[in-house]
Antibody
Framework: EVQLVESGGGLVEPGRSLKLSCVAS????????MNWIRQAPGKGLEWVAY????????YYAETVKGRFTISRDNAKNTLHLQMTSLRSEDTALYYC??????????????WGQGVMVTVSS | DIQMTQSPASLSASLEEIVTITCKAS??????LSWYQQKPGKSPQLLIY???SLADGVPSRFSGSRSGTQYSLKISRPQVDDSGIYYC?????????FGGGTKLELK
């Protein structure tokens, strides 16, 4: 059974940093790209960042580029999101999601339960 | 950036209806389009990928289609359990973008 379990969230002051983790199980982690997606309270979904299976390709949303860093440790089946210079607008539930490819399309086929990040003084 | 304009924002439907949700892409996305269902307090779940392919375990009452740059999710004879918020996602080019969501209520 595929499982993605996020951790590391919490309450943080504006301008500070926080590091999220996502531990994967039930599949060969090193074979899949991974994403972070966030959802502000009562709002829709926003894709945040992507890292390919071998870390060769990395993409960010403009809203976080230069502040957030995605990384992964394939030996530990873990995805990370290092968040710096946090702003109130970064307050959201952060999901990690597995990236799959059908041969014709990319999609997010498994999602974690999410971890809450609240940026407030 | 590719904009995904999703409509309607909300709808209330009966169990006998056919429900249709649409997403219009601001440019061609070559069927790099997937649909997700999110129930209250839960993570999104994949329903459709490749615009028309049903994800594993998803009931056959869900289907996807395309007409030009407009993509549709259809639910035939929806069940009460289908209540929730539905999102489309384009992965044709980064930044990958979601539609604004459609809240479906079954009455």
């Amino acid at each position: 059974e595929v499982q993605l379990v996020e951790s590391g969230g919490g309450l943080v002051e504006p301008g500070r940093s926080l590091k999220l983790s996502c531990v994967a199980s039930g599949f060969i982690f090193s074979n899949y790209g991974m994403n972070w997606i966030r959802q502000a309270p009562g709002k829709g979904l926003e894709w945040v960042a992507y890292m390919s299976s071998s870390s060769s390709y990395i993409y960010y949303a403009e809203t976080v580029k230069g502040r957030f860093t995605i990384s992964r440790d394939n030996a530990k089946n873990t995805l990370h999101l290092q968040m710096t210079s946090l702003r109130s607008e970064d307050t959201a539930l952060y999901y990690c999601a597995r990236h799959d490819y059908s041969g014709e399309d990319y999609y997010f086929d498994y999602w974690g339960q999410g971890v809450m990040v609240t940026v407030s003084s | 950036d590719i904009q995904m304009t999703q409509s309607p924002a909300s709808l209330s439907a009966s169990l006998e209806e056919i429900v249709t949700i649409t997403c219009k892409a601001s440019q061609g996305i070559d069927d790099y389009l997937s649909w997700y269902q999110q129930k209250p307090g839960k993570s999104p779940q994949l329903l459709i990928y490749d615009a028309t392919s049903l994800a594993d375990g998803v009931p056959s009452r869900f289907s996807g289609s395309r007409s030009g740059t407009q993509y549709s999710l259809k639910i035939s004879r929806p069940q009460v359990d289908d209540s929730g918020i539905y999102y489309c996602l384009q992965t044709y080019s980064t930044p990958w973008t979601f539609g604004g969501g459609t809240k479906l209520e079954l009455k």
